[in-house]
């Protein structure tokens, strides 16, 4: 049986046939990468689908460990369903391709209570702050050769104009990227859409001037889903405020097109050297 | 051969006898309990424990799934080390009491990288600001009869003037908790010990109206260890922007006596009904 809905190249790529003993089998899908190494929120996707198949239930809050890169090819998803209660279930998984673990994640998986059966939000924000998407720009990390990378044609990133310094060598001085998120197809984002989303711009320390511009390794990214997105591109920002011993957390808030906050991302990465 | 230096109530309360395959014997400790149930700190403490005896190296970010109370007793910790890297290491681990599985973990360990070694630090915080410790109060939940819990006598922490509305029945309306964490016995505070201070004070959600003072589950716990705490008190601040669909994020940043970072936490915990 293949788990995930046809239809939208994400879905596709993500697809997933269950085995027995909480394998599935699946395919690091060409087209998903940068520079050859598939996008890291790519990856948490693609595992995450055979972890919901498994507890049959979307993720709440859900934890990557990046091992090694994922290059295209088969692999496979081991999800050990470590509890399954009422409302929640926890699971861990581990992603192998190439004779090698790519990643480990840890995640409990549960439906959004609906808004009526809890008491009213309390929400002491405001959806990112960015121009029309038409007056975005793009913003991809200038070290990348475009024809090398697929994933910049599955997806689009739109940089807000005063988060883009780091492409012209003028990096902004802040730790701070926002922009807007939407699959290349336009498909609809579902909770497993927001774990690209989480990890698809260019990393924050690409606008201090101390760094060179560089793949930061990701160590680890914990997302908790907070909300299912209504259609329409997502609002992000990413930001960081301790750059130190070599690491940084770069925190994440997703928002949807109603405004309502869907996704926060923290990640631990290396800083470039 | 038991692991954890004796000397301090924690060292002792969180030591741990190395079996074959990963296994570690423990015990949790009487006398860390809310109301009769570890607290959640405290087992993450006992669990890293065995972790960073079997990759041999302090957590760099570690994140904890809830999945059952503890109580005093036997316990054991099974830890798969998944990579032991050249200066990283990442393990995974479940602790199990009374015939249970109290908690899952998923960790990467590493030292530090001493301060020579990379760039300068980019700091865009301040420490948290707190009035003299001595001007700062007991805040413990008042749900909980001190006699029942004995978390109380092994920690000290003081809340800022400011935050405990809560405990006389006048919430302040900001879901901020601010305070001094310590242990009881003034041990110096390890990577170990900065796993019990964020998650040592009351929920935020007791600052919020909306919302009875009652036990707010955690579901998920991640934690960054971003420095070595030099000896002294540590300054804590959490808060929660986002209290919606029945759970709410809490935030907690660790700093110590010499005004440097040291962790950063994140949990999902449910709000209390």
């Not at 692999?75 to 990643?103: F, H, N, P, Y």
């Not at 990133?157 to 492409?167: I, L, R």
Request: charged fraction near 20%; proline fraction near 10%; include cysteine.
């Amino acid at each position: 049986m293949v788990i995930g809905i046809m239809g939208s190249e994400f879905d596709e790529a993500t697809s997933v046939r269950r085995g027995t003993g909480g394998r599935y089998d699946a395919r690091i899908t060409p087209g998903w990468d940068i520079a050859g190494n598939a996008n890291g929120g790519y990856l948490i996707a693609l595992a995450a689908r055979a972890m919901v198949a498994e507890v049959e239930r979307p993720p709440l809050t859900l934890t990557a460990h990046y091992l090694a890169p994922g290059q295209p090819g088969p692999c496979t998803i081991d999800v050990d369903a470590i509890r399954v209660g009422r409302r929640m279930a926890t699971a861990s998984a581990k992603l192998e391709a190439q004779g090698r673990q790519v990643m480990a994640l840890l995640g409990t998986f549960g439906d959004q209570p609906p808004a009526e059966a809890v008491a009213p939000p309390v929400v002491n924000a405001e959806p990112v702050d960015l121009p029309p998407i038409e007056e975005c720009l793009p913003g991809g990390p200038p070290v990348v050769e475009p024809d090398t990378s697929g994933f910049g044609d599955r997806i689009r990133s739109v940089y807000h104009p005063d988060d883009v310094g780091f492409q012209m060598g003028s990096p902004t001085g802040k730790a701070l990227v926002r922009g807007y998120f939407e699959f290349a197809d336009h498909h609809r984002i579902d909770e497993l859409g927001l774990l690209v989303a989480v990890d698809a711009f260019a990393p924050v320390s690409f606008n201090r001037p101390e760094f060179p511009i560089s793949w930061a390794p990701t160590v680890e990214l914990t997302v908790h889903i907070r909300g299912v997105p209504v259609p329409g591109p997502l609002r992000c920002s990413f930001s960081s405020r301790f750059l130190q011993h070599g690491m940084f957390e770069e925190d994440g808030e997703v928002w949807d097109a109603d405004g309502n906050l869907v996704a926060l991302s923290r990640q631990l990465a290396l800083i470039p050297r």
